[in-house]
C-alpha cells in the first residue's frame, strides 16, 4: 500500500498569498496517477488536479499541480476566500488508491 | 451533467449490514468508467472502500474487503454498498462517485444501537 503524507498539517495564510502544499509518497507513484481535491465541510470532495499536474474542468488556473516519483507540490498562486479548506491528495496508480492525511489551509 | 445521489438507512446497528444505493443520472453507468465508493469518518480523512466497473468486475480495499460487496444494476442505472458486521468505527459519510470527476453529496450513516 502507497502511503501519503501531506504537509504541513495546517498552513495560516491570509487572502492574496500564494499556499505551496506538499504531499510525499513512501513509493514512486507510476504514471503521475496523482490526484488533489478540495474538501469543505458538508461537501463533497473536488476534484482539482489529476495526473499530477492536469486541472480538472472547470477549475481555476490559479491552482497547479507538480512533482513526479515521490513528491508533488499543490499551488495556489494567489488566495481568494473560498479557497480556505482541507486539501488532499490521492494516489491512483495501484489499489488500494490512498488518500494523504489532508492539509487544513486556514485563514490567518 | 453526471449526477449521483446516494440514498439509504442513516442508522444502522452494530453488527448489522450497512445497505446503500448511489443513482446515477446524466448519464449510463455502462459508459466505460468505474464507479467508486469512499467514505469519511467525523473528523478524519478520506478511505477508498471499492469500485465496480459496468461488467461487474470489483476492486475492494483489502482492510475492508472480507466485509464488503458492490454491486451494479444496469436497469436501474445505479450501483450499491453492502457492508457487515460493522461496528462503530464504520461510522462516517458515504460518497459514490464516478472516477474520479463527479461525487454525490454524501450521506451520514451511523452505527449505534
Known amino acids: 500500500e502507497i502511503v501519503l503524507t501531506q504537509s504541513p498539517g495546517t498552513l495560516s495564510l491570509s487572502p492574496g498569498e500564494r499556499a505551496t502544499l506538499s504531499c510525499r509518497a513512501s513509493?514512486?507513484?507510476?504514471?503521475?496517477?496523482l490526484a488533489w481535491y478540495q474538501k469543505k465541510p458538508g461537501q463533497a470532495p473536488r476534484l482539482l488536479i489529476y495526473?499530477?499536474?492536469s486541472r480538472a474542468t472547470g477549475i481555476p488556473d490559479r491552482f497547479s499541480g507538480s512533482g513526479s516519483g515521490t513528491d508533488f507540490t499543490l499551488t495556489i498562486s494567489r488566495l481568494e476566500p473560498e479557497d480556505f479548506a482541507v486539501y488532499y491528495c490521492?494516489?491512483?496508480?495501484?489499489?488500494?488508491?490512498?488518500f494523504g492525511q489532508g492539509i487544513k489551509l486556514e485563514i490567518k | 451533467q453526471v449526477q449521483l445521489q446516494e440514498s439509504g438507512p442513516g442508522l444502522v446497528k452494530p453488527s448489522g449490514t450497512l445497505s446503500l444505493t448511489c443513482a446515477v443520472s446524466?448519464?449510463?453507468?455502462?459508459?466505460?468508467?468505474?464507479w467508486i465508493w469512499v467514505r469519511q469518518p467525523p473528523g478524519k480523512g478520506l478511505e477508498w472502500i471499492g469500485e465496480?466497473?459496468?461488467?461487474?468486475?470489483?476492486n475492494y480495499n483489502p482492510s475492508l474487503k472480507s466485509r464488503v460487496t458492490i454491486s451494479v444494476d444496469k436497469s436501474k442505472n445505479q450501483f450499491s454498498l453492502n457492508l457487515s458486521s460493522v461496528t462503530a468505527a464504520d461510522t462516517a459519510v458515504y460518497y459514490c462517485?464516478?472516477?474520479?470527476?463527479?461525487w454525490g453529496q454524501g450521506t451520514l450513516v451511523t452505527v449505534s444501537s
Open positions: 490521492q494516489q491512483y496508480a495501484g489499489s488500494p488508491y490512498t
Open positions: 462517485a464516478r472516477r474520479w470527476n463527479y
Open positions: 513509493q514512486s507513484v507510476s504514471s503521475s496517477y
Open positions: 465496480i466497473y459496468h461488467s461487474g468486475s470489483t
Open positions: 495526473g499530477a499536474s
Open positions: 446524466g448519464g449510463s453507468i455502462s459508459s466505460s468508467n468505474w
